[in-house]
């Protein structure tokens, strides 16, 4: 299903973004920074990935589910959703 | 907007079984009992509202999402989900 | 290892608010009412299981970990902790 | 604080396999693929860090709490974890 460029933009400069934060953290790492400012990279590197969790399962309820052309589609595109979701209940 | 009073039924049984771990882990705390198996008893109960939390979720796809009665009820359910799923992506 | 009366009360209250929280969940659910505010009330009662984890490992780290009487027990101390947090990373 | 080169040489490779992982989600979003099969590969992303977290904080616990040359070092990084928690318990 295609999806708008300015949305796969947004996502890519996130994915971007999380990946500069990730060479941050392995640069402090390897730097063998202080402790506290090592887990505080990641814990921000953690942040950003559950922001573009967010941005991606967003984007799905509302083009692909919410928008779905008809119901069968938007029944489909609704068990995907609850199938991701399992990951985080667990 | 109405629910099955199966799907109802199932979510107030969790909801029993949930308080059940609850006052487990209180008497496992005013006993003293070992930390570890303080630990544990709360872990599960944190599984356990994970799993109703994913219930609820599942039942608002499914019902007020995919099913909901035109674009309209659908779109303002969808809304709904992204705002309740944003308190997970922090 | 027994813990200060002081804080076996500040998690048996948290515990009760919690058991509160669960049953204006369910009155909700019983009731029928609006569906994001029943998730509200559900996301609510989540915050308040994560604030008492959080209560419960620290109160770990501090008293069972740092105060350890030997390296001995703070060693299992911090596996029993690690052993717990694993349900977290997964 | 020193770690050991074994350590960070495998929090090392964690992170270059995250970034290999958040590649070919970048890859598919680029390719228009199945939303499902993109979400599935965030997941997995996802997966990875909350590993990498798990990994450092284990270290964390193992070498700079336990094994602190004295209580005071033991009590900073005691409540140097404790404050990195506190993002997982919101």
Redesign the interface.
């Known amino acids: 299903?295609?999806?708008s460029a300015r949305e796969?933009g947004k996502?890519?400069a996130r994915?971007n973004r999380?990946?500069g934060q990730?060479d941050a953290?392995?640069k402090a790492?390897?730097a063998?920074e202080d402790?506290?400012q090592?887990?505080?990279l990641?814990?921000s590197?953690?942040?950003a990935?559950?922001?573009?969790?967010?941005e991606?399962?967003?984007d799905?309820?509302?083009e692909?589910?919410?928008e779905a052309e008809n119901?069968k589609l938007?029944?489909a595109?609704?068990e995907?959703?609850?199938?991701?979701?399992?990951?985080?209940?667990?």
Not at 80 to 90: A, G, N, Q
């Open positions: 299903m295609p999806h796969t996502i890519l994915v999380l990946k990730l953290f392995a790492v390897e063998d402790c506290y090592v887990m505080l990641l814990a590197c953690r942040g990935l559950n922001g573009l969790m967010g991606v399962v967003e799905h309820i509302r692909h589910i919410v119901k938007a029944t595109a609704g995907d959703l609850i199938e991701i979701m399992k990951s985080f209940w667990k």
